[in-house]
């Protein structure tokens, strides 16, 4: 036999195979992925490079969310990641914010009434409509709870926020994760408060840049007709771009595409350094040239990232990675490793 | 043989064979993908309803348009639809309208050396940063057309934006449309003068709910440093909600996901009607739960189309089948059939 | 402004922008798209090598076609390429094989009752097993024409190869062309005789590697349980290889994955030239490393590819740009261009 | 707030939010996947129906396994599947088993040199072939192993089978498993014998319709040049049709598509039962309409399910999610819930 591993080609081991048993843990999984290779060795090295960004204190990490990550289930799992000093800046998207809040004030999102997701998209929208319930995927939320969401909107969030001057998007969000939190302690809600709370009482600034473009941002467009209210679009840029310039390394933990991934990565072309770290998850794909499921790779010729900068992309369905990447991480840095 | 058609299951007609000749025109194509099935019927079914909801005096046409449609050189497509009345309000992207403007004031894309896209890929991003060239998948760009963007915008755009008051970002996009048609024109470039140019001048607003997610952006926000410039992030869903208000019969047309597709469907949550059609062309997966690749059912439960709404969803790369559908739309039109 | 197009990593031209117009021919809009980029380019070089390879009189070409394409309405589009001579070999599925047959001899694929795509899958499927109707996504068919397939088979194909020696599947197929042909010109039926029968008539042979995986196979055990018929898995290899060993050149068009896709490449391990030209339609991801979403630069590297080949791979749904192509080349071709 | 949870549309429970900890095992993770929803939703179902499908002693397991699963470090778990008895039957590609049997006589894949899984992608494919190396995504193969599997072959499998009968493929399977037993024990070598030696070991009948599609039929192919060997390409219906009809209730558990899970769910076809549970893990789309995408439900319009059957569908990629649900189904085993 020859000994392949000279060659010049070849990394340092061979493919080893997967050793799955009963009782592993994630961790114990997200190695056995690096024994593996393609999707599964991409998945190890998103758990390598996320514990390194998220464990050296000298790294600033910088979050983008996109996608039905509140819907999917992801809600605490993101508020224990900002509570727990893993991201310092959070990117989203106001949707996001939005069925967080919709949680925070005792809303819930419902599974469809069949078991078997396949089965739920047979349901027919119409019918849906008629009942007064929104669909996302094979979740269904009741409409009603915009009612009450528009309601907390207005007596607990606005009201802060209104005055002759304007305000940057982050100063809303701030105020969103102070109103969740009082409206969840006092009606003690069990969902409890969420990601916008979390944010707030850790000090991690959420951005939101188009966050008109949600029911969030409707209905402040419908509360600035009537009282003074304006949001500023490029103030929270100050902020954004600030603590990447003060940032001794830079690492950006990217969950779907869109303007989160995008804001996320951009802040790097007006800031002297570039992202040491880059993980994206997601299931967009690459090749119709958009940045959503665009290679990191790509990111680099823009200067986005270091020249060596260790980046990993995983394609696969996100609310499937997150949760494993995420326990993986937590257990690397639980005990020591 | 039994009488199939007799079947309820069935619709009127069974699955013909396409009818694939030398010198058919696109049209043709189109009318041939009608006999067949699957995707190939999904763009019939797309053109038929873009030409009705184009062609119909009484029906407001809303574009969406997000990818790297300009960087993939649907430039001309995209401003000739606006020249010709057959989009009556447009929401894009930053990024959109910053390749625009590169092209309206002389700057180029370039295919990559290699002819073929797959082997693109394989040049070294590292590389390319360091000969200062941006890559979008098989798209270079040289980063010194970003100077050039620069000082466009700080001499030509923003100064007349620049004042005690804050404006709405469509304000900003219908400046710029203004300023490339005179650069353009006063230095004769080939390209012509665009997207925004033409926006501008058949008083088609633009809209891009997240600007600061752009080079555009971030230009602003540096100008904004030393001069009096705030961009209203709100104000421009008056003119968009008032547009979809005032519609007799409105059609959506969304080409990519993210944040334009969600703008143009989420403006019938505050008026009392919803899309009597629409058109999505995409290849971003409904299988994640994300807004960007779920069904146009999905929307109808949310209200956002009509219960009777003619909509269809082409899942392919919209490179590829967004100048098919135009090129066939435009064709039936002419003919008036 | 700079010369951009000195730098050594651009190709000789810029991105130009597609120019979609009423009335133009499918070529027209493939020459557009050769001035775009990233899918539509990729379907414009698809177009140039296709009509490269199936234009020269020294190449041999060998189609894989795998999907749902009869189904899909692509029957006569790909009896036509036979006829014609474009193609000199088809590996293809069961799958495809008795569809064509089953329109062969008087059975119909149906469109779903909604006209709308989407809408189908909102079907239950429960009702349509009821109802006797197989689903393959929008399209129906009568579980009655594979009782009609059966009897087919059983009086007209399988007794022309029963006896004491086994046969290769090639032969198989060349009898169902013969017989479909028969009834086909018998009976008078308006679908026409298809696929195997201008196989058949033009000496194209069709290869099934995996017969047995199909109702066409399921059809030919049974007959086999009672009837002297054996089927040699390995005996078609023979003439695939001897076609490849003999091509001056050669070229893969291959439509879809999975076995057609491989079967048609792999045949270039055992003779000492590799493909001259591959163009491959399909949308099935790369990132999972499986076969049939594999970039051909990956086959370059097992040798299935010449180094200097002209290959491109159009990742989109292949209903829609299979007759896009087809047309193009044919225009191509009938102009003498 | 409402009684939400009364409504008939919804679920028994609310969407709960996965609570991710570190040391969790891989089923506490699938478990938390059940309280989320979307792609998590589906792999907490998956599991729950492997759970029950591998742990019912009343029921047959067919497994259907594409891809390229070996390369991906996938070949361990696969053949502990067999040995642990959780598989009663396995249909899969010729090229999973020549993976196999190059790694049970020595041969080993290797990572690429890079480290990032997304930087080996642009490795020159020409230069590899130069250097002797097949690529499979972000694994490398020297082709000297192939060399080295022709021997083994032609000098431990094929004599054991040549003669003047035909044999069914699945005889040659059982060979090669006896063979790559055979010599990894007598070379000690680390890897284990693989896959085709737990089924020979354990009685597990590997079908592969299309042998002919892979290394190892080309290679058999070469054989039969010269010596007497034929495969008879529909034999092995019989054994595979038997365990069907005999089956009380039966499983479908399908990685990745193509003609393992085609001919997996079609073996339903000619048995009076079908289907009581099906899992696939796939990331190939629906929308192509193409088998490999489709969704359990439209096998359950051609009674290939039962009308009651559990079925669920994962979209993502298999190597990732094949661990996964193995894991966590061996732990619920091993605890007995």
Redesign the interface.
Known sequence: ??E?GD?????H??????????????D??AR??G?????????S?AVDVTAEMVGREDTTVFMGL???MV???????VA?LLRDGYVDALVTTG?TLTHDAIEAI??????????????S??????Q??E?G????????L?Q?HFT?FESHLREEVFPALAGAE?VG?QRLTAELGRANTAVNDREDIA?GPGIAAAAHHHDVPIYC???????L??Q???Y?QRSA??????A???GL?DRAFAADRAGAFVV????PK??VL?TM??VPGAYDYGVQLT????????????????A????KLE?DA????????????L??V??AV??R???GA
């Open positions: 036999m020859t392949d060659r010049e080609e070849f990394g081991n061979p493919v080893g195979h997967a050793d799955i048993r009963a009782g592993m843990t994630v114990d999984l056995a992925y024994d593996a290779s393609i999707g599964a060795r991409a998945v090295e996109a996608g039905a819907p999917a289930g992801m809600r605490t799992l224990d949707a005792g809303g819930k999102h419902h599974h469809g009434r069949e078991d078997h997701p396949e089965r998209a047979h349901e027919h929208d119409e849906l409509r009942e319930i929104d669909r996302i995927y094979d979740v269904y009741p009603e009450a304007t998007i969902a840049p188009a966050i008109q473009d949600s029911v941002g409707l402040a467009w419908m600035a209210l304006t949001l500023d679009a490029l929270d840029m100050d771009n779907g595409g869109g303007v995008n804001f951009q072309l007006v299931m967009d794909p690459a090749e119709t040239g958009g940045l959503s499921g665009a290679s990191l790779d790509e680099r010729s823009w200067g020249p260790r980046n990993v992309s995983v394609y696969a369905d996100a609310t499937i990675t949760p494993l995420v326990a937590r257990e840095l639980a005990s």
